[in-house]
């Protein structure tokens, strides 16, 4: 029994080890492209003490980035609010999360109303959502995160709002997963991103 114990934690902690590399070169590229700020539902100090326990090799880096977590009695809303008040200032936004808040959130940006100026312009503001897997497996999360630092830069660059989701085929290994996300995404064309509102990472 000892074994098994001590052969598991010897294997997770490879794992994180190896995620914890993905995420710094993840957040290395963002802060190269833009402005990394982080918003959860998550309660107040949830990031930083998971970062303690489980990668605490990103710890200092997270902790550069502004962090807006939910208060305790914040209503359901609480990301909508806060992407509208945080992620105004930018022309060129891109959330990146697994969860629908923060994708509802940034699509509530792309709508009409919200892109009016203070004179009824039309604001010039780009938003991009990046929906990952939800309830991923530490291999597919560090596989989406070498997608990510692949199609960061040319998501950034594109001239236009997105709405763009990770999926794994079902029964297909992760790196199949990848190599086909690999090459559809660097097939695409600027043409084809603005008339696929909805391209898939598959």
């Not at 802060?31 to 309660?43: E, M, Y």
């Not at 980035?65 to 060129?92: D, G, Q, S």
């Not at 792309?110 to 009016?116: D, G, T, V, Y």
């Not at 997105?162 to 660097?186: C, T, Y």
């Amino acid at each position: 029994m000892s074994f098994r114990v001590s052969t598991a934690s010897s294997y997770l902690c490879h794992i994180l080890a190896a995620f914890a590399k993905a995420v710094t070169q993840t957040l290395q590229i963002a802060s190269s492209l833009g402005n990394i700020v982080i918003i959860t539902n998550s309660a107040p100090g949830w990031v930083d003490q998971s970062c303690q326990i489980f990668m605490p090799q990103i710890l200092q880096q997270i902790r550069s980035y502004p962090i807006f977590a939910k208060p305790m009695h914040a209503p359901l809303t609480f990301k909508i609010t806060t992407f509208r008040r945080e992620c105004k200032k930018f022309t060129n936004l891109i959330s990146i999360g697994d969860g629908d808040a923060e994708r509802a959130a940034s699509l509530r940006l792309q709508a009409p109303a919200e892109r009016k100026g203070p004179l009824g312009e039309e604001s010039r503001q780009r938003v991009k959502s990046v929906k990952l897997v939800e309830l991923p497996t530490c291999q597919q999360l560090i596989v989406q995160h070498e997608m990510l630092q692949v199609r960061m830069p040319d998501v950034t660059a594109f001239h236009g709002s997105l709405d763009l989701k990770s999926r794994f085929p079902a029964g297909s290994p992760q790196s199949k997963a990848w190599n086909r996300a690999h090459v559809l995404f660097n097939a695409g064309t600027e043409r084809e991103l603005r008339s696929s509102p909805a391209l898939l990472f598959v």
